[in-house]
């Protein structure tokens, strides 16, 4: 692990005491700052979704298929809201526009009143011709996506009901692209397909939003905010996960200043929980109940469910913590810091418990994405 190997590095030597201690009050300084820096950063950015479009077409339909449940109401139309309605999911911060176009609400007025440049990347909805208003607004949809990076995808849903006796289905869905792309600057760009009903062209949306050019703090929050659907989408969380596992343990040493009673380690548990259930909530495992329902799926399934949610009653969680790191700091005392913990306790066991929550952190990826993966398969071969 970086950090230990740091200190390890540091303490090696023949400095005498006072340059031990001098170093000791670097590293923990250095430590403290690399915490404030990743952890602000993720803690703090969220990705600002908006659903904009037709009233009817199906927004709130869309993103709830995307994220994998039912976040906003289906069949309520907006063109009768005048309102913004907006939820938080994940590192989402989804917001649902009212319609524009309207008496109510010309191009102009709906732009000063709810600000749209405000947001990160928007999904435009639609399941019918196309208007003037529509054509405005995907001159300011280009505008914000070249000139702040705000990525927008044009969804034609309803797919299942786009019909023509006297033509083809493709025939069909080429002069929607055309009359879309007459609209547009750039003709090349996508339109996607999809019907919530059927639950098709929802995959290939999702990866052209996982495609595109986007910082890569906020593409990891939609990972792992939408919902996995095949085995690719698991390897992703996986791989967001791991990615994250030095932030909480900088984060975990850098905010432990007291060691845990009776053990030489450091941590910071509200930190330790933290990861815990964001690592719980990118596989979509939020809710006990319902996830031991596959306690039928047989044994192995029975032994990583039990691993899994023995972090999620809390007063159970705090006991089992404590016996980790009583197990956890005597190993690694012995092998790495006996030397070290009597000089500079503090840094010493703040690093053990930096080490203990990465090491924690690893199994509970794997036991999350494991069990993920049995469910995964038992629903395909249900379905």
Known sequence: MAIVDKILDLF????????????????????????????????????????????????????????????????????????????????????????????????????????PEQYDMYLFVFDGKLHEADSQLFQYLEKWQQERQHPFFLVRNKEDQIWDDEKTLEHLKEEIQADVRSLLTDEETPIFFTSCRHQTGIEALKRAIYKMDFDEVKKSKLVSSFKATCLEDLERKRAICRDNLDMYAYA????????????????????????????????????????????????????????VCQYMVENYANKLLMELAKAFGKKFTEKQFTKLIPLVGNVASALLGAAMTRKVGEKYIDDCYELSKMIMEHTIEQK
């Open 252 to 307: 975990a040493a850098a905010n432990g200043l007291n060691p845990l009673p009776g053990v030489d380690i450091s941590v910071d548990l509200g930190v330790f929980y933290s990861m815990l259930k964001d690592i719980r909530e990118t596989f979509g495992i939020r809710d006990e109940q319902k996830i031991k329902r596959y306690e039928i799926l047989g044994p192995t399934a029975k032994k990583l469910i039990d691993e």
């Open 12 to 115: 090696n030597g023949d400095k005498n005491d006072n340059d031990k201690l001098q170093k000791s009050g670097e590293i923990e300084q250095d430590l403290k700052k690399r915490a404030a820096l990743k952890w602000d950063e993720y803690e703090k950015t969220k990705v600002r979704l908006a659903l904009i479009g037709q009233p009817g077409a199906g927004k709130s339909s869309i993103i709830n298929s995307l994220v994998g449940t039912k976040l906003f109401p289906v069949g309520v139309y907006t063109d009768t809201t005048i309102t913004a309605q907006e939820k938080e999911y994940g590192g989402l911060i989804i917001t649902d526009l009212p319609g524009y176009g309207t008496a109510r609400f010309p191009l102009d007025a709906w732009i000063d009143e709810f600000k």
